[in-house]
């Protein structure tokens, strides 16, 4: 009778299972991963549309051209005088370009960082 007793608490008891860290943080890394590669693609898209609107001369008062514009603006760090051409359409293409190519370029080096970090090459 004592080892029917064992066995009925043991039964009862829910069974667990072993949790694969190593497994979850790689997911939740890839996740990370791919959010900041997502950023640096908007972020790149809002400058390169700010640099399209200014070269094909957009009405600057349009409520969609000053949002964007005012995002671009943020989003350009130290490189919005970093050129200085006479031309000032050449100067956005140029200062914006490079700009939405560092987002690119910082984003992506900082997503496979964090895929290698987080166990997810």
Do not use: C
Not at 15 to 25: E, H, I, L, M, Q
Not at 34 to 60: D, T
Not at 85 to 101: F, Q, T
């Amino acid at each position: 009778m004592g080892e029917h007793a064992e066995e009925k608490e043991t039964a009862d008891q829910p069974t667990r299972r072993k949790v694969d860290w190593r497994a979850g943080g790689g997911r939740a890394a890839g996740v990370l991963a791919s959010v900041v590669r997502w950023a640096g693609l908007i972020f790149a898209a809002i400058l390169v549309l700010h640099v399209v609107f200014v070269i094909g001369e957009a009405n600057p008062d349009n409520g969609i051209v000053s949002f964007v514009r005012g995002w671009a603006d943020g989003l350009l760090l130290g490189f919005k005088d970093l050129f200085m051409p006479e031309d000032a359409k050449l100067r956005v293409l140029i200062n914006y370009g490079i700009a939405a190519i560092f987002w690119m370029v910082v984003t992506g080096i900082l997503a496979k960082i964090i895929r290698r970090v987080g166990g997810s090459a």
